[in-house]
Protein backbone atom coordinates (compact mmCIF):
# COMPACT_ATOMS: atom_id res chain seq x y z
CA UNK A 1 0.00 0.00 0.00
CA UNK A 2 1.32 3.63 -0.65
CA UNK A 3 0.97 6.54 1.64
CA UNK A 4 1.33 9.95 0.13
CA UNK A 5 2.37 12.97 2.11
CA UNK A 6 2.18 16.34 1.52
CA UNK A 7 4.82 17.95 3.65
CA UNK A 8 4.84 21.27 5.38
CA UNK A 9 7.61 22.83 2.57
CA UNK A 10 5.24 21.56 -0.47
CA UNK A 11 7.33 18.61 -1.22
CA UNK A 12 5.79 15.00 -1.49
CA UNK A 13 6.76 12.00 -0.20
CA UNK A 14 5.62 8.77 -1.53
CA UNK A 15 6.21 5.68 1.47
CA UNK A 16 5.47 2.06 0.52
CA UNK A 17 6.85 -0.95 2.40
CA UNK A 18 10.30 -1.03 0.60
CA UNK A 19 11.07 2.66 0.64
CA UNK A 20 10.23 6.41 0.89
CA UNK A 21 10.70 8.69 -1.57
CA UNK A 22 11.01 12.45 -0.79
CA UNK A 23 10.50 14.31 -4.24
CA UNK A 24 11.30 18.00 -4.16
CA UNK A 25 8.94 20.38 -5.39
CA UNK A 26 11.87 23.24 -5.80
CA UNK A 27 15.37 23.88 -4.99
CA UNK A 28 16.46 22.45 -1.40
CA UNK A 29 19.77 23.10 0.94
CA UNK A 30 20.22 19.65 1.97
CA UNK A 31 22.40 17.86 4.81
CA UNK A 32 23.16 14.23 4.84
CA UNK A 33 24.52 11.56 6.28
CA UNK A 34 24.23 9.65 3.15
CA UNK A 35 27.45 7.48 1.40
CA UNK A 36 26.12 8.78 -2.00
CA UNK A 37 24.87 12.54 -1.84
CA UNK A 38 26.35 13.09 1.60
CA UNK A 39 26.82 16.60 3.19
CA UNK A 40 25.88 19.71 2.22
CA UNK A 41 24.22 19.76 -0.80
CA UNK A 42 21.84 22.58 -2.50
CA UNK A 43 21.72 20.53 -6.15
CA UNK A 44 19.92 17.22 -5.26
CA UNK A 45 16.20 16.79 -6.17
CA UNK A 46 15.08 14.23 -3.90
CA UNK A 47 16.05 11.77 -1.23
CA UNK A 48 14.90 8.08 0.10
CA UNK A 49 14.83 5.84 2.94
CA UNK A 50 15.21 2.15 1.60
CA UNK A 51 14.48 -0.98 3.32
CA UNK A 52 17.15 -3.32 2.64
CA UNK A 53 14.80 -6.55 3.42
CA UNK A 54 13.41 -8.85 1.31
CA UNK A 55 10.82 -12.40 1.77
CA UNK A 56 10.70 -12.80 5.28
CA UNK A 57 12.66 -10.03 6.70
CA UNK A 58 16.39 -10.84 5.43
CA UNK A 59 18.21 -8.39 4.58
CA UNK A 60 19.75 -8.58 1.02
CA UNK A 61 23.53 -8.55 0.32
CA UNK A 62 24.66 -4.98 -0.55
CA UNK A 63 24.77 -4.13 -4.45
CA UNK A 64 28.40 -2.88 -5.21
CA UNK A 65 31.50 -2.83 -3.80
CA UNK A 66 30.83 -0.04 -0.85
CA UNK A 67 27.67 1.64 0.32
CA UNK A 68 27.87 4.40 -1.90
CA UNK A 69 27.18 2.12 -4.92
CA UNK A 70 24.83 0.49 -3.10
CA UNK A 71 22.96 3.71 -2.65
CA UNK A 72 23.44 4.71 -6.45
CA UNK A 73 21.45 1.40 -7.44
CA UNK A 74 18.65 1.83 -5.45
CA UNK A 75 18.42 5.20 -6.60
CA UNK A 76 18.26 4.21 -9.96
CA UNK A 77 15.64 0.82 -9.50
CA UNK A 78 13.29 4.34 -7.43
CA UNK A 79 13.26 6.06 -11.03
CA UNK A 80 15.87 9.35 -9.80
CA UNK A 81 18.98 10.45 -10.53
CA UNK A 82 21.51 9.56 -8.59
CA UNK A 83 23.91 12.55 -8.83
CA UNK A 84 21.10 14.74 -7.41
CA UNK A 85 19.27 12.11 -4.57
CA UNK A 86 20.55 11.30 -1.33
CA UNK A 87 19.39 8.14 0.75
CA UNK A 88 19.40 6.28 3.96
CA UNK A 89 18.94 2.31 4.29
CA UNK A 90 17.61 0.66 6.89
CA UNK A 91 15.77 -3.08 7.69
CA UNK A 92 12.33 -1.58 8.99
CA UNK A 93 9.26 -1.91 7.68
CA UNK A 94 8.17 1.38 5.88
CA UNK A 95 4.54 1.23 5.96
CA UNK A 96 5.71 1.64 10.01
CA UNK A 97 7.45 5.14 9.05
CA UNK A 98 5.72 7.92 10.85
CA UNK A 99 5.23 11.36 10.04
CA UNK A 100 4.59 14.24 12.25
CA UNK A 101 4.76 18.08 11.87
CA UNK A 102 4.55 20.58 14.76
CA UNK A 103 4.43 23.99 14.11
CA UNK A 104 3.89 27.55 15.87
CA UNK A 105 3.25 30.86 14.71
CA UNK A 106 4.99 31.46 11.20
CA UNK A 107 7.54 28.22 11.94
CA UNK A 108 6.72 24.40 10.95
CA UNK A 109 9.24 21.48 10.90
CA UNK A 110 8.04 17.54 10.18
CA UNK A 111 9.84 14.96 11.32
CA UNK A 112 9.52 11.69 9.37
CA UNK A 113 11.30 8.96 10.97
CA UNK A 114 11.80 4.76 10.59
CA UNK A 115 13.34 2.82 13.01
CA UNK A 116 13.84 -0.03 15.29
CA UNK A 117 16.05 -0.45 17.99
CA UNK A 118 15.77 -4.02 19.38
CA UNK A 119 18.71 -5.60 18.01
CA UNK A 120 21.33 -2.93 17.40
CA UNK A 121 21.38 -0.63 20.79
CA UNK A 122 24.60 0.87 21.20
CA UNK A 123 25.76 3.56 23.84
CA UNK A 124 28.42 6.48 22.29
CA UNK A 125 31.85 5.02 23.11
CA UNK A 126 30.58 0.97 23.17
CA UNK A 127 33.59 -1.60 22.10
CA UNK A 128 33.18 -1.28 18.20
CA UNK A 129 34.75 -4.58 16.01
CA UNK A 130 34.25 -2.92 12.38
CA UNK A 131 37.04 -0.80 10.73
CA UNK A 132 36.33 0.48 6.68
CA UNK A 133 39.06 -0.56 4.44
CA UNK A 134 38.25 1.33 1.02
CA UNK A 135 34.60 1.43 1.66
CA UNK A 136 34.39 -2.68 1.26
CA UNK A 137 30.65 -3.98 1.90
CA UNK A 138 30.70 -4.60 5.91
CA UNK A 139 28.30 -6.64 7.77
CA UNK A 140 25.93 -4.96 10.30
CA UNK A 141 23.23 -6.15 12.51
CA UNK A 142 20.13 -4.77 11.73
CA UNK A 143 18.27 -1.67 13.53
CA UNK A 144 18.24 1.59 12.55
CA UNK A 145 16.84 5.08 13.60
CA UNK A 146 16.40 7.42 10.49
CA UNK A 147 15.41 10.76 10.98
CA UNK A 148 14.17 13.08 7.86
CA UNK A 149 13.61 16.94 8.81
CA UNK A 150 11.41 19.09 6.76
CA UNK A 151 11.37 22.39 6.94
CA UNK A 152 10.26 25.56 4.20
CA UNK A 153 12.63 28.22 6.15
CA UNK A 154 16.42 28.42 5.24
CA UNK A 155 18.72 27.35 7.51
CA UNK A 156 21.62 29.10 8.09
CA UNK A 157 24.45 26.22 7.90
CA UNK A 158 25.48 26.04 11.44
CA UNK A 159 21.80 26.04 11.83
CA UNK A 160 21.57 22.71 9.88
CA UNK A 161 24.17 21.29 11.89
CA UNK A 162 22.77 22.43 15.40
CA UNK A 163 19.67 20.79 13.87
CA UNK A 164 20.94 17.37 14.08
CA UNK A 165 22.55 17.93 17.07
CA UNK A 166 18.81 18.61 18.22
CA UNK A 167 17.53 16.09 16.62
CA UNK A 168 19.82 13.32 18.08
CA UNK A 169 19.20 14.48 21.47
CA UNK A 170 16.08 14.08 21.33
CA UNK A 171 15.92 10.39 19.59
CA UNK A 172 18.46 9.71 22.80
CA UNK A 173 16.02 11.05 25.18
CA UNK A 174 13.53 8.50 24.01
CA UNK A 175 15.91 6.10 24.22
CA UNK A 176 17.28 6.83 27.75
CA UNK A 177 13.18 7.32 29.03
CA UNK A 178 12.54 3.93 27.73
CA UNK A 179 15.58 2.71 29.63
CA UNK A 180 16.80 1.03 26.59
CA UNK A 181 20.02 -0.79 27.37
CA UNK A 182 22.87 -1.45 24.58
CA UNK A 183 23.01 -4.55 22.76
CA UNK A 184 27.08 -5.23 23.86
CA UNK A 185 27.50 -3.27 26.92
CA UNK A 186 25.67 -2.44 30.47
CA UNK A 187 25.44 0.98 29.44
CA UNK A 188 22.35 2.64 28.45
CA UNK A 189 21.34 3.05 24.68
CA UNK A 190 21.75 6.26 23.08
CA UNK A 191 21.39 5.45 19.79
CA UNK A 192 21.69 2.34 17.16
CA UNK A 193 25.09 1.26 15.26
CA UNK A 194 23.47 2.32 11.79
CA UNK A 195 21.22 5.44 12.68
CA UNK A 196 21.24 8.35 9.94
CA UNK A 197 19.73 11.60 9.52
CA UNK A 198 18.21 13.97 6.58
CA UNK A 199 17.92 17.34 6.98
CA UNK A 200 15.93 19.52 4.12
CA UNK A 201 15.19 23.09 4.19
CA UNK A 202 14.50 25.69 1.84
CA UNK A 203 16.87 28.31 -0.02
CA UNK A 204 17.36 31.96 0.08
CA UNK A 205 18.02 35.04 2.65
CA UNK A 206 14.15 35.52 3.30
CA UNK A 207 13.39 34.36 6.32
CA UNK A 208 16.67 32.46 7.45
CA UNK A 209 17.12 31.17 10.81
CA UNK A 210 20.18 31.37 12.25
CA UNK A 211 19.87 29.01 15.07
CA UNK A 212 18.61 25.37 15.78
CA UNK A 213 18.94 24.51 19.87
CA UNK A 214 16.88 24.01 22.19
CA UNK A 215 16.97 27.66 23.67
CA UNK A 216 14.84 28.62 20.08
CA UNK A 217 11.15 28.24 19.63
CA UNK A 218 12.30 25.91 15.90
CA UNK A 219 14.57 23.83 17.74
CA UNK A 220 11.94 22.69 20.48
CA UNK A 221 9.32 22.18 17.75
CA UNK A 222 11.86 19.84 15.86
CA UNK A 223 12.78 17.97 18.91
CA UNK A 224 8.91 17.67 20.38
CA UNK A 225 8.67 16.08 16.28
CA UNK A 226 11.16 13.89 16.12
CA UNK A 227 10.43 13.01 20.02
CA UNK A 228 6.58 11.56 19.02
CA UNK A 229 7.73 10.29 15.55
CA UNK A 230 10.75 8.50 17.40
CA UNK A 231 8.61 6.99 19.59
CA UNK A 232 5.66 6.20 17.85
CA UNK A 233 8.12 4.40 14.91
CA UNK A 234 9.99 2.01 17.44
CA UNK A 235 6.49 0.59 18.66
CA UNK A 236 5.00 -0.06 15.24
CA UNK A 237 8.65 -1.64 14.21
CA UNK A 238 8.93 -3.58 16.84
CA UNK A 239 6.12 -3.26 19.92
CA UNK A 240 8.99 -1.19 21.77
CA UNK A 241 7.21 1.09 24.75
CA UNK A 242 6.67 1.39 28.53
CA UNK A 243 4.66 -1.07 28.83
CA UNK A 244 7.16 -3.62 27.02
CA UNK A 245 9.66 -2.50 29.02
CA UNK A 246 7.72 -2.99 32.27
CA UNK A 247 9.25 -6.38 33.47
CA UNK A 248 12.18 -7.87 35.28
CA UNK A 249 14.22 -9.60 33.06
CA UNK A 250 13.74 -6.73 30.04
CA UNK A 251 15.24 -4.55 32.90
CA UNK A 252 18.18 -6.92 33.50
CA UNK A 253 19.04 -8.23 29.98
CA UNK A 254 22.16 -5.52 29.45
CA UNK A 255 23.38 -7.10 32.83
CA UNK A 256 23.63 -10.33 31.30
CA UNK A 257 20.68 -11.94 33.71
CA UNK A 258 18.00 -13.87 31.43
CA UNK A 259 15.94 -16.19 31.70
CA UNK A 260 18.43 -19.22 30.55
CA UNK A 261 20.66 -18.08 33.04
CA UNK A 262 18.28 -18.04 36.19
CA UNK A 263 16.62 -20.99 34.33
CA UNK A 264 20.08 -22.88 34.38
CA UNK A 265 20.88 -22.03 38.66
CA UNK A 266 17.45 -23.73 39.01
CA UNK A 267 17.72 -27.09 36.51
CA UNK A 268 20.95 -27.60 38.37
CA UNK A 269 19.01 -27.94 41.93
CA UNK A 270 16.03 -29.50 40.04
CA UNK A 271 16.84 -31.10 36.85
CA UNK A 272 13.83 -32.30 34.75
CA UNK A 273 11.50 -29.54 35.61
CA UNK A 274 12.11 -27.04 32.94
CA UNK A 275 8.17 -26.60 32.21
CA UNK A 276 8.08 -25.56 36.15
CA UNK A 277 10.58 -23.00 36.06
CA UNK A 278 9.74 -21.12 33.00
CA UNK A 279 6.39 -20.77 34.04
CA UNK A 280 7.52 -19.50 37.81
CA UNK A 281 10.17 -17.09 35.66
CA UNK A 282 7.19 -15.68 33.72
CA UNK A 283 5.06 -15.01 37.12
CA UNK A 284 7.92 -13.49 38.79
CA UNK A 285 9.31 -11.26 35.72
CA UNK A 286 5.92 -9.24 35.48
CA UNK A 287 5.22 -8.99 39.28
CA UNK A 288 5.19 -5.30 39.21
CA UNK A 289 6.54 -5.14 43.05
CA UNK A 290 9.81 -7.09 41.71
CA UNK A 291 10.10 -4.84 38.43
CA UNK A 292 9.89 -1.97 40.85
CA UNK A 293 12.30 -2.72 43.03
CA UNK A 294 14.29 -4.33 40.08
CA UNK A 295 14.09 -0.84 38.57
CA UNK A 296 15.34 0.99 41.44
CA UNK A 297 18.50 -1.99 41.98
CA UNK A 298 19.45 -1.16 38.62
CA UNK A 299 19.55 2.74 39.18
CA UNK A 300 21.84 2.18 41.91
CA UNK A 301 23.80 0.02 39.44
CA UNK A 302 23.86 2.64 37.64
CA UNK A 303 24.82 5.77 39.96
CA UNK A 304 27.48 3.03 41.03
CA UNK A 305 29.38 3.07 37.37
CA UNK A 306 28.84 6.80 36.98
CA UNK A 307 30.58 7.50 40.35
CA UNK A 308 27.50 9.33 41.65
CA UNK A 309 28.10 6.52 44.55
CA UNK A 310 30.26 4.72 46.77
CA UNK A 311 30.67 1.13 46.13
CA UNK A 312 29.61 1.08 50.53
CA UNK A 313 26.37 3.30 49.39
CA UNK A 314 24.98 1.62 46.58
CA UNK A 315 25.78 -1.85 48.28
CA UNK A 316 24.22 -0.52 51.17
CA UNK A 317 20.70 0.55 49.34
CA UNK A 318 20.80 -2.67 47.34
CA UNK A 319 20.46 -5.14 50.31
CA UNK A 320 18.15 -2.62 52.04
CA UNK A 321 15.76 -3.28 48.84
CA UNK A 322 16.63 -7.09 48.31
CA UNK A 323 15.34 -7.38 52.42
CA UNK A 324 11.96 -5.53 51.36
CA UNK A 325 11.65 -8.48 48.79
CA UNK A 326 12.52 -11.25 51.34
CA UNK A 327 9.40 -9.05 53.70
CA UNK A 328 7.30 -8.90 50.71
CA UNK A 329 7.59 -12.85 50.04
CA UNK A 330 7.31 -13.77 53.25
CA UNK A 331 10.69 -15.98 52.95
CA UNK A 332 14.49 -15.60 54.28
CA UNK A 333 16.94 -15.80 51.92
CA UNK A 334 20.43 -15.65 51.93
CA UNK A 335 23.01 -12.76 50.87
CA UNK A 336 26.28 -12.96 49.35
CA UNK A 337 28.48 -10.79 50.76
CA UNK A 338 31.95 -9.74 49.23
CA UNK A 339 30.11 -10.02 45.65
CA UNK A 340 29.70 -7.29 42.57
CA UNK A 341 26.52 -6.04 42.94
CA UNK A 342 23.98 -8.03 40.13
CA UNK A 343 25.87 -10.90 41.38
CA UNK A 344 24.05 -10.33 44.23
CA UNK A 345 20.82 -9.47 42.65
CA UNK A 346 21.01 -12.26 40.42
CA UNK A 347 22.02 -14.80 43.44
CA UNK A 348 18.92 -13.55 45.35
CA UNK A 349 16.60 -13.68 41.69
CA UNK A 350 17.75 -17.37 41.98
CA UNK A 351 17.06 -18.09 45.46
CA UNK A 352 13.88 -16.39 45.02
CA UNK A 353 12.76 -18.96 42.21
CA UNK A 354 13.83 -22.26 44.50
CA UNK A 355 11.95 -20.81 47.09
CA UNK A 356 8.59 -20.46 45.10
CA UNK A 357 9.16 -23.81 43.73
CA UNK A 358 9.86 -25.39 46.74
CA UNK A 359 6.45 -23.69 48.07
CA UNK A 360 5.13 -25.10 45.40
CA UNK A 361 5.81 -28.62 46.14
CA UNK A 362 4.97 -28.00 49.54
CA UNK A 363 1.88 -27.04 48.95
CA UNK A 364 1.00 -30.00 46.28
CA UNK A 365 2.65 -32.60 47.09
CA UNK A 366 0.58 -34.80 45.06
CA UNK A 367 1.32 -33.19 41.80
CA UNK A 368 3.87 -34.51 39.55
CA UNK A 369 7.03 -32.46 38.18
CA UNK A 370 5.66 -30.64 35.48
Known sequence: MERIFELCNGDRLACTEQAAVFR?????????????????????????????CGMAGVCQPMQ???????????????GLDPDHTTGLDTAAN???????????????????????????????????????????????????INIFLITDRPLAPGAMAELILT?????????????????VSQELATGTGTDGIVIICGTGQEGMLLNAGKHFKFGELAALAVREAVTEALFRQTGFCAQEQHTVLKRLHRFGITADTLSAHC????????????????KLDQDAFLVGVVVLYVHLEDQRRAGMLTEL??????????????????????????????????????????????????????????
Open 24 to 52: FSGPRMVLSTGANGGGMRDDLTAAFNYCD
Open 64 to 78: GNNLREHQRTVARRL
Open 94 to 144: LDNMVVITKRWEDLQITAAVSGGADVNALCAGDPAFLTEVDGAPTSVPPGT
Open 167 to 183: ATEAKTAVLRDLMQGSS
Open 267 to 282: LARRPGQDTAIARTIK
Open 313 to 370: EAGDWGEHLLRQIQRHYRCDLSLLQEAALMDKLEHFLCQLLMSNLLEQERLYPDQAPI
